[in-house]
């Protein structure tokens, strides 16, 4: 067992983790942080993306024990202070950006950490930036519309399928 301290969402945790317990199930299981999910178990989907120290990670690819004095950033993270939908959140909201919900998550973190990196991204960029996360349910269409709708951009022509 290894001791950690990390902040996650902007809180001070600490506790004691296996060497090869994974920072996803340390989240779900450890903190009850249920909003990050397990999709694959493989790092092929993305529903799992948190953001480590400013980057956005597969949680499912890291130990929680190598994180120690990370911050750590959920989807429960996300919203406003007050606990209302994020500008993104939002977004997918309104556009439609979702179905089951399942890989939501992921996609509004790895989203985030895009537009942190490129405010006004194209449609092309945010398809490549997406690349590694998986929707069974909509075709991201509408995904890409949230996107690009958080980034300020006028989404009224963009043509969903």
Do not use: W
């Not at 779900?28 to 529903?47: E, Y």
């Not at 977004?91 to 179905?99: N, S, T, V």
């Not at 509408?142 to 951009?153: E, F, H, P, R, T």
């Amino acid at each position: 067992m290894a001791k950690i301290t990390m902040t996650v969402n902007g809180k001070s945790v600490s506790g004691d983790v296996e060497g090869r317990t994974l920072l996803v199930d340390y989240l779900r299981q450890g903190l009850g942080l249920t909003g990050t999910h397990v999709g694959c178990d493989t790092s092929q989907c993305g529903a799992c993306v948190v953001h480590v120290d400013g980057m956005a990670v597969k949680s499912c690819t890291v130990f929680a024990a190598d994180l120690e004095g990370a911050d750590v950033v959920t989807i429960e993270g996300v919203a406003d202070a007050e606990g209302s939908l994020g500008a993104l959140q939002q977004a997918f909201r309104d556009h439609h950006g979702l179905q089951c919900g399942y890989c939501t998550p992921g996609m509004v973190m790895s989203a985030a950490a895009l537009l942190a990196e490129n405010p006004k991204p194209t449609e092309a960029e945010v398809r490549h930036y997406l690349e590694g996360n998986i929707c069974r349910c909509t075709g991201y269409q509408n995904i890409v519309k949230a996107v690009l709708a958080a980034s300020g951009q006028d989404v009224s022509t963009f043509a969903a399928e």
